[in-house]
Every structure is written in C-alpha cells, then in structure tokens.
C-alpha cells in the first residue's frame, strides 16, 4: 500500500517555501509543495515520474496501484480508467474466465470546490436527455469491451487466485467488493461449488475521483495550477461498470 502523499506539485523555489503563509488555510497531509529548483533531482531518485517532465506549477498524482509512481495530472481521467479496465481484464484472465465484457453508465456528474476555509464543496451538475445520452456515449467507445480467453495447460487457478488477494491487498482496493466476491466465487477450495457466471459492478472512476478531491486545495491564485486542471475539478464524473465474467 502506497504511503506516499497521494499530490505532489512543484514550484518555483521561492512559492515552495513560502506559500503556507500565503494559503488561508492548511494543504492538508496529502499535499505536498516541492522546489522545482531544489527538490525534484532527489525526489526522481526514489519515485518514477509518467508523463511531461515536471515545470512549474506542475501536479502529479500518486498511482493508485503502483508504488512511488507519480502520474503527471495532465495524463486525464482517460489514463486512469484505462490502468482499472485492465485490472478487471488481468482478473478475468488469471480467473480462468472464457470471456469479459462491460457496460458503462453514468451515475452522476459534480464539480468540486473549495471555500474560503479550505473545506471541500459538491455541486451536482445535471445532465438530462441527448446531452447524458452523448456523454455516456463518449465513455463507452473507450471502456465498453467484449474479450474472449483460452487457458493453457500450464493454467494453475489456485496459484492465480493467490496472486490475486496478494494484488488486492498490494493494490489497497479492497473497496472492490464484487471483485473480492468473484475471487472467492472461483476459489472451490472451502465450498467445493465453482462459479460459472457472475456481473461485477464497479466505480470505475473511483480512485481517480478521489485524487482530484485530494487535490482541490492547489485550486487556488497561491499555486497558479492551468487552465486544464482547473476544468477537471469544474466536471468530476461517477462512472458505474457493469462486468460480466463468464468462465
């Protein structure tokens, strides 16, 4: 599990010693402001940077999986979604699934914000008829799948489903119940039944909603953040995937 702090901007020297005295309220043990000048040659040391090399006013995100891994925020939501969707598909693999497929819906749309105090702040934003209709739409070209497997005879399911519950725990998702139940669904050792068939729900965009909330403090004039990353905290979709495993 990652213990690293989740956001990590870097400025320009002077803004990253001085910019507590300056915020009207605490960044909070998630964030931490870096010198661009001073601290980012040792912080490359002991963690991998994804995406554009850090400047100014740079944000990255810690992964959500991988250990000191940080993911530069311009990446988007896409990349995140893309990192889950091959979660469920490396579970349906080690599983011993015949095929996977999913469906996508769109639970709710909210902006994020933060108030004077630094406290974090929901609107919901409504989305009704052709305008949700071609946001779904949008989600379901990309996360919408349809994958068949074959096993081998060197296919060992009680070694896969080990190394399974070792991810889940490395991974810290055990707030992936259905994912967790299908795991055990396929585990024959304590029921003698097998699972043949089973649909997972899943929030797709959990853990990449959670960082843009984790981040929403940098969302002010001290920390000059972009344009860009301003607009994601402006629309912070909830995205339920149906996943059918069939094994």
């Known amino acids: 599990m990652n213990i690293n702090p989740q956001i990590v901007i870097f400025q320009e020297d002077e803004k990253a010693q001085n910019y507590r005295y300056k915020l009207k309220y605490p960044a909070g043990p998630n964030i931490q402001v870096k010198s661009l000048e001073y601290d980012l040659d040792e912080f490359i040391k002991t963690n991998k940077l994804i995406g554009n090399r850090p400047d100014h006013n740079t944000i990255y995100f810690l992964h959500p999986y991988k250990n000191n891994v940080y993911l530069n925020e311009s990446l988007g939501e896409n990349y995140f979604l893309d990192e889950k969707l091959e979660l469920y598909k490396r579970a349906a693999a080690l599983l011993g699934a015949k095929s996977i497929s999913t469906k996508v819906s769109l ?3 909210r902006s994020i914000n933060t108030d004077i ?10 989305f009704e008829g052709s305008a ?8 379901k070209n990309s ?11 060197n296919y060992d399911k009680e070694k896969n489903i080990d190394e399974l519950r070792f991810l889940i725990d490395n991974y810290n998702i055990h707030h992936e119940i259905g994912l967790i139940s299908l795991i055990d669904g396929r585990d024959s050792s304590q029921s003698g039944t097998l699972l043949t068939k089973r649909t997972v729900k899943s929030e797709i965009t959990f853990e990449y909603s959670n960082l843009l909330e984790a981040s929403a403090k940098l969302n002010s004039p001290v920390f000059s953040v972009t344009g860009s ?9 909830t995205l339920i995937v149906d996943i059918e495993f069939t094994f």
């Open 107 to 109: 639970k709710e749309s």
């Open 117 to 126: 105090n630094g406290e974090i702040k929901y609107n919901l934003i409504s």
């Open 132 to 139: 949700k209709s071609e946001k779904e739409n949008n989600y």
């Open 143 to 153: 996360l919408e799948i349809y994958e068949e497997f074959e096993t081998q005879v």
């Open 229 to 237: 990353y301003k607009r994601k905290l402006e629309e912070v979709n």
